[in-house]
């Protein structure tokens, strides 16, 4: 789990561009998923700031199932935490998996 994305091909960090510069991969696809998951975080702490705990949770599970990162784990246990689902939230933040 990082929080810098990487060509899923060659490894290479990403410079802002839709081709990997080392290989010539396009990233475009990627690049999406993870502008998905930035946008599902957003929603889910929307959602927490309004109290709507359940929405929060199913919000930052979807994040996180699309990018896995250290915020995005961590944004679920405070969703889990918020819905009063305490278990979960300890498992959820040793697995890793989401």
């Known amino acids: 789990m990082s929080d810098h994305p990487r060509c899923p091909t060659c ?3 990403w410079r802002g561009v839709t081709a990997c510069p080392r290989c010539g991969t396009d990233l475009g696809p990627v690049m ?3 502008a998905r998951a930035w946008e599902l975080r957003v929603a889910a702490r929307a959602a927490l700031a309004a109290r709507r705990d359940q929405e929060a949770v ?6 996180l199932r699309l990018h896995a990162t250290p915020w995005s784990r961590r944004l679920l246990v405070l969703a889990l935490l918020g819905a009063g689902r305490t ?12």
């Open 32 to 34: 999406r998923v993870a």
């Open 87 to 98: 278990a979960e939230a300890a498992r959820a933040l040793t697995s890793r998996t989401a």
């Open 58 to 63: 199913e919000l930052a599970t979807a994040a």
């Open 11 to 13: 490894r290479a960090p």
